[in-house]
T-cell receptor, first 115, second 115 residues
Framework: AQTVTQSQPEMSVQEAETVTLSCTYD???????LFWYKQPPSRQMILVIRQEAYKQQNATENRFSVNFQKAAKSFSLKISDSQLGDAAMYFCAYRYGGSQGNLIFGKGTKLSVKP | GAGVSQSPSNKVTEKGKDVELRCDPI?????LYWYRQRLGQGLEFLIYFQGNSAPDKSGLPSDRFSAERTGGSVSTLTIQRTQQEDSAVYLCASSLAASGWETQYFGPGTRLLVL
């Protein structure tokens, strides 16, 4: 069975600094996708960034980028120039590449941003 | 251009009562998912609908949980004879299709408290 592990329950970063959130996963599949979702106190899950497993190039979305290490089954999220609005729970998620669609989530990392 | 909506936002019920939670997906989205998020935890998959196919119920924790999707649009999650351990936020998501790449868009969730 696929599992997703986030080993950092809480992280803190100073405004304008860079922070990296860790995520590891376990799967025997070769076709899959990885996601980072943000959940602010409003509870609304928002997609931050996603990565196809078959792509070696790391995905980037503005201040957000990932470090995808397929052999190590690692998928970390880097937030550059952190802003107060980045404070939230961040969830790493895995999804099999076939038609079976549900996401498998880690337990999340609570990110605090200090002014 | 409305997103996924869920109702009610909050629900307080007594142990043993039945509850119904509603999800309105984004128009045109064929795939619909229900997840449960217990306090301080990641999301657990419950059930998934794709078009007119039989739903994937593999995540339902017990036979007290059921869901239906009428006309390929609105979905209702029903919990019968609620227990205190059912207290959680129930999140609904929809996507254009069920393929691994498609983004799942989440609603704001229903917070259920069973007294």
């Amino acid at each position: 069975a696929q599992t997703v592990t986030q080993s950092q329950p809480e992280m803190s970063v100073q405004e304008a600094e860079t922070v990296t959130l860790s995520c590891t996963y376990d799967t025997s599949e070769s076709d899959y996708y990885l996601f980072w979702y943000k959940q602010p106190p409003s509870r609304q899950m928002i997609l931050v960034i996603r990565q196809e497993a078959y792509k070696q190039q790391n995905a980037t979305e503005n201040r957000f980028s990932v470090n995808f290490q397929k052999a190590a089954k690692s998928f970390s999220l880097k937030i550059s120039d952190s802003q107060l609005g980045d404070a939230a729970m961040y969830f790493c998620a895995y999804r099999y590449g076939g038609s079976q669609g549900n996401l498998i989530f880690g337990k999340g990392t609570k990110l605090s941003v200090k002014p | 251009g409305a997103g996924v909506s869920q109702s009610p936002s909050n629900k307080v019920t007594e142990k043993g009562k039945d509850v119904e939670l509603r999800c309105d997906p984004i128009s045109g989205h064929t795939a619909l998912y229900w997840y449960r998020q217990r306090l301080g935890q990641g999301l657990e998959f419950l059930i998934y609908f794709q078009g007119n196919s039989a739903p994937d119920k593999s995540g339902l924790p017990s036979d007290r949980f059921s869901a239906e999707r009428t006309g390929g649009s609105v979905s209702t999650l029903t919990i019968q004879r609620t227990q205190q351990e059912d207290s959680a936020v129930y999140l609904c998501a929809s996507s254009l299709a069920a393929s691994g790449w498609e983004t799942q868009y989440f609603g704001p969730g229903t917070r259920l408290l069973v007294l």
